[in-house]
T-cell receptor, first 111, second 114 residues
Framework: QQKVQQSPESLSVPEGGMASLNCTSSDRNFQYFWWYRQHSGEGPKALMSIFSDGDKKEGRFTAHLNKASLHVSLHIRDSQPSDSALYFC???????????FGSGTQLTVMP | SVLLYQKPNRDICQSGTSLKIQCVADSQVVSMFWYQQFQEQSLMLMATANEGSEATYESGFTKDKFPISRPNLTFSTLTVNNARPGDSSIYFCSSEGTGEDTQYFGPGTRLLVL
């Protein structure tokens, strides 16, 4: 079983809408989480990190972490066509810097 | 942040041959990582490379198949030995930003093995 699971596998939202992506870890050693975005033909780029319970907001992006349930989510408000990409949740245990990636969510924002 | 460059961008090789992928950072970094990604799938951590020590490989990846060198704090190479069609994928190098909690990725090397 993959240690970091994402849902949904794909998601379509209208321009200006809210996109919500989910990620769950099955390993309690994972205490640090990141969201990455990968446009076609490019390397993954970090959107934000979240290490503490609760919400973290950066512009249109809000991440939420619940360590008790090992669940992290990403919410994108006012979605833009340029947000269309593959989104990955990544997790790490303390200090290792070795990232374990989820299976990804393909987001399509329709103009 | 740190910028990572990879060479080549893409390569096509015949089964049984070896090829080398280079990764250069624009600043000194402690650890460099190599990941493998099959078409639009998850990224799999292959190995961790620190200067002056042998790379540490994850399950499913071996030193004989994917030797990695890390001669200094800005450079690393990944070699794919005895390439097979199943090795056709994208290979990324990455490293942490100095004093940051974020890992940065290179643009990737797209490998096709015929």
């Amino acid at each position: 079983q993959q240690k970091v699971q994402q849902s949904p596998e794909s998601l379509s939202v209208p321009e200006g809408g809210m996109a919500s992506l989910n990620c769950t870890s099955s390993d309690r050693n994972f205490q640090y989480f990141w969201w990455y975005r990968q446009h076609s033909g490019e390397g993954p780029k970090a959107l934000m990190s979240i290490f503490s319970d609760g919400d973290k907001k950066e512009g249109r992006f809000t991440a939420h972490l619940n360590k008790a349930s090992l669940h992290v989510s990403l919410h994108i408000r006012d979605s833009q066509p340029s947000d269309s990409a593959l989104y990955f949740c990544a997790a790490s245990d303390s200090g290792s810097w070795q990232l374990i990636f989820g299976s990804g969510t393909q987001l399509t924002v329709m103009p | 942040s740190v910028l990572l460059y990879q060479k080549p961008n893409r390569d096509i090789c015949q089964s049984g041959t070896s090829l080398k992928i280079q990764c250069v950072a624009d600043s000194q970094v402690v650890s460099m990582f190599w990941y493998q990604q099959f078409q639009e799938q998850s990224l799999m951590l292959m190995a961790t490379a620190n200067e002056g020590s042998e790379a540490t490989y994850e399950s499913g990846f071996t030193k004989d198949k994917f030797p990695i060198s890390r001669p200094n704090l800005t450079f690393s190479t990944l070699t794919v030995n005895n390439a097979r069609p199943g090795d056709s994928s994208i290979y990324f190098c990455s490293s942490e930003g100095t004093g940051e909690d974020t890992q940065y990725f290179g643009p990737g090397t797209r490998l096709l093995v015929l």
